[in-house]
């Protein structure tokens, strides 16, 4: 890290290579506002690692790590590191275990995508779903599918199907329904026009009618025989198969025709709080039993949200999006990078960074040899610190994270002849291109030792060709000097 001083020099350093070198582009205009851009970038991440940090109690390496997966997911989904950091921390203060937390938030970053939901929203309810079901990662991943595919085949979307899990899912599941099931009775309500809420405190009145039976209201038990159940078996039945159970209720309450004692039955089990909402819902079996049977068959719904982010990931505004992250990555992980404005495709931005991420570019490599090679120099000349940094302040480019530029924008300075070119200057690797720096470095030490040996023997042989006289004539400066002024000329050059 450059620190201090030497921090506005290699600011500075930075912006004139940049101006330099692409300056037709960018400008110093550009190339400032890049660095401001790219420090700004840098802050945030820090901020956003720092709520990490306290979610997950990581530290040093660790989280590094995070970090590192934090850039690589929003430059894969295209959402910005802050939300990927901020679905990270969510899972962590809600408990999830660490060894889930990357995959977790991998997942909720792509259902994001698929459903188009907020970042925040998305990983709150991934992680209340987990709580909700005590569910490791692979079975949320089920239930997002599962939720995804009913969103995708119900009048019910997404946040709605989410809402109601958290409203109703406990209840459920307490029951003894997967939920898979729960979220098909919500979306079953959710068609005929059931306002989330309203839904789920249906659902666990209807649930809750079976666990209690007699006790649930006054006239429970009497709306129960109106129906022809014993409703100590049923509970029994409910106990082991509470879906066949609840199902055969609901169709029993369908089964009645007329409209009055149907809705007279319905009062005196859930009273007139709820016995119209589950009248509706009567309404709709042909529905509810259409959508448990997308979600009966795992198979046939796992890795739907993966299907529906590669969809969404291909259009144009989330290519714009990934190109953006992308870029805003690089800055982020440069420090001192800039973006490119001019105009071209969003995906030959990704594909820049793409090379980026591999390292050894062209940039790269001339960065790493320039920084070798001072630092080499600087050493041969006893100016290297013990903490390995040279009294001028370090070099003013960081080759970790910079980009190869050139090869995507600038063909004609990428060229087979250029390439090769360079390639023998620089080297074909990184370690190569550090390798040639330092033996750079070593050959212009000992030039500088040869010209100084020329350079006294020059001054001996002008100073006796002088003899004795008080002046002394230097044919390379074609200058006339006094005897004791050659002869410390000498000296300084002798020691």
Do not use: C
């Not at 050894?360 to 080499?376: C, E, I, M, P, T």
Request: net charge negative; aromatic share 6%; glycine share 10%.
């Amino acid at each position: 890290m450059i620190r201090g001083g030497a921090a506005s020099a290699a600011y500075g350093a930075a912006g004139g290579v940049l101006v330099g070198m692409g300056g037709p582009l960018l400008g110093a205009a550009g190339a400032g506002f890049a660095i401001k851009q790219a420090t700004e970038s840098s802050l945030s991440l820090e901020k956003t690692m720092t709520e990490v940090a306290r979610a997950t109690d990581a530290s040093g390496t660790a989280l590094k790590a995070y970090e590192q997966k934090v850039l690589d997911i929003a430059r894969a989904t295209g959402k910005t590191k802050e939300e990927i950091g901020s679905m990270l921390a969510s899972a962590g203060f809600a408990g999830r275990p660490a060894q889930e937390l990357v995959r977790f938030t991998e997942y909720a970053s792509k259902a994001t995508t698929a459903w188009g939901t907020t970042a925040e929203d998305t990983g709150q309810a991934l992680a209340e779903i987990g709580n909700i079901f005590r569910a490791h990662q692979a079975r949320i991943e089920e239930i997002g599918d599962a939720v995804n595919t009913v969103a995708d085949g119900a009048a019910a979307s997404e946040p709605d199907l989410l809402e109601f899990i958290r409203r109703a899912g406990a209840v459920g599941d307490q029951a003894g329904f997967t939920a898979e099931q729960v979220i098909s009775f919500g979306a079953a309500f959710k068609e005929i026009g059931t306002r989330t809420d309203v839904a789920a405190t249906a659902f666990n009145a209807l649930v809750n009618s079976l666990t209690l039976g007699a006790e649930f209201t006054k006239h429970a038990e009497e709306g129960f025989k109106a129906l022809g159940i014993n409703i100590r078996k049923f509970q029994k039945s409910f106990v082991s198969k509470p879906l066949e159970t609840t199902l055969e209720l609901l169709e029993k309450i369908t089964a009645i025709k007329d409209p009055l004692k149907r809705a007279s039955i319905l009062n005196d089990i859930y009273g007139k709080e709820y016995g119209d909402d589950i009248a509706r819902l009567t309404g709709n079996m042909e529905g509810l039993h259409r959508i448990l049977g997308m979600v009966a068959d795992r198979t046939k719904y796992l890795g739907s949200v993966q299907k529906n982010f590669d969809t969404a990931i291909n259009t144009d505004v989330n290519k714009i999006a990934r190109a953006t992250q992308a870029l805003d990555v690089l800055a982020a992980r440069a420090g001192n990078a800039f973006k490119v404005i001019a105009g071209g495709a969003a995906q030959e931005v990704n594909s820049l960074v793409d090379s980026i991420e591999k390292g050894d570019s062209l940039f790269q490599r001339v960065l790493g040899r320039y920084n070798a090679q001072l630092k080499k120099a600087a050493e041969l000349e006893g100016r290297l610190r013990p903490d390995g940094k040279i009294d001028m302040g370090e070099p003013a480019f960081d080759t970790t994270s910079t980009d190869n530029w050139f090869d995507r924008n600038a063909p004609w300075l990428s060229g087979k002849r250029w390439r090769e070119d360079f390639d023998s200057w620089l080297g074909t690797t990184g370690d190569e291109a550090a390798r040639k720096g330092r033996e750079a470095a070593i050959e212009e030490h000992f030039r500088k030792q040869r010209e100084m040996v020329n350079e006294r023997d020059r001054l001996r042989k002008r100073n006796a060709d002088a003899g004795g006289n008080r002046v002394v004539f230097d044919e390379k400066t074609g200058r006339y000097m006094a005897r004791d002024v050659a002869e410390a000329e000498l000296s300084h050059i002798e020691e």
